[in-house]
């Protein structure tokens, strides 16, 4: 089996799928002289624990590392601008991962089941999050979303069980089906007043908001300066409790 990758000083891609399933190679560094590394070029190396990438690459591409299941360290240059789909999907020694400034996207189960993830620091320019990016990431625990994004969009989030709190951002129009779907300890959600729509299963199955966010309209939330936590009591009638309106003080909307 494959175990050691050495690059031609002159090499400037790498190819879909060139080295997948490589159950052997532990280590990679993408040589300088490298301007892309194709979709799925590293996935499913089963024992690879640390890769490399140059300042000559602007995009991680689909399905980059997906399956990678040994992986701990990444090294993201500040060139790249896109993180492609499923691109670290499956990395589940993942624990922590520094995304640079320069990332504007990230794609769809991008980072879903990396179960050892803690943290996860958005870029402030960030405004494209992929449907599934981080779902089933069961340490998260701390999400730091940017002003510059605009939704969070189906399952973004879901079964992210050790998240205890989010803060969704100004600049967010809308949060989607399932967004925060059985985020089992998630007992604290910040909303702002830029709030369109919430669908009304985006916290489906998390008992600690007693049990799931309920549809707000944008006439709603208006008159709450923040929604501390939402609850859907029954199918039929809406409650909203724990507002902080605008006047300061804490009160009860039915």
């Known amino acids: 089996s494959l175990a ?17 399933g490589c159950s052997a190679l532990s280590e990679v560094s993408i040589p300088p002289s490298v301007k892309s590394a194709g979709r799925g070029c590293l996935s499913w190396c089963s024992t690879l624990t640390k890769v490399t990438l140059p300042s000559s690459v602007h995009e991680v591409a689909d399905y980059f590392l997906s399956g990678c299941s ?7 240059p500040p060139t790249v601008t896109a ?15 520094s995304i640079p400034e320069s990332v504007r996207l990230i794609g769809e189960s991008a980072f879903a089941y990396c179960e050892s993830l803690v943290r996860i620091s958005m870029p402030p320019f960030v405004s494209s999050l992929g449907s599934y990016a981080f779902y089933e990431c069961s340490s998260l625990r701390l999400v730091s979303l940017p002003q510059s994004l605009t ?31 059985d985020c089992t300890a998630l007992s604290h959600v910040s909303m702002p007043l830029s709030l369109d729509f919430v669908h009304e299963d985006a916290f489906h199955g998390c008992p600690l908001l007693e ?17 501390e936590s939402i ?6 009638n809406y409650k909203i409790t724990t507002l902080k309106w605008l006047s300061n ?6």
């Not at 040994?70 to 993201?76: E, G, H, N, V």
């Not at 049990?211 to 929604?227: I, M, Q």
């Open 83 to 97: 993180i492609g789909g499923y691109s670290f999907c499956g990395c589940r020694s993942l624990a922590e991962i």
């Open 70 to 76: 040994s992986l701990t360290q990444i090294s993201i």
């Open 211 to 227: 049990p799931a966010a309920a549809p707000l309209s944008a006439r709603e939330l208006k008159f709450c300066r923040e929604v």
């Open 151 to 181: 939704s969070v969009g189906c399952c973004t989030f879901s079964r992210c069980r050790s998240l205890e709190q989010i803060s969704i951002p100004d600049s967010v129009r809308s949060i989607g089906y399932h967004a925060f779907a």
């Open 231 to 236: 609850f859907e009591p029954d199918r039929k």
């Open 4 to 20: 050691i990758v050495t690059f031609p000083p002159s090499l400037s891609s790498v190819g879909e799928r060139a080295f997948c």
């Open 249 to 254: 003080d804490d009160q009860t909307f039915y």
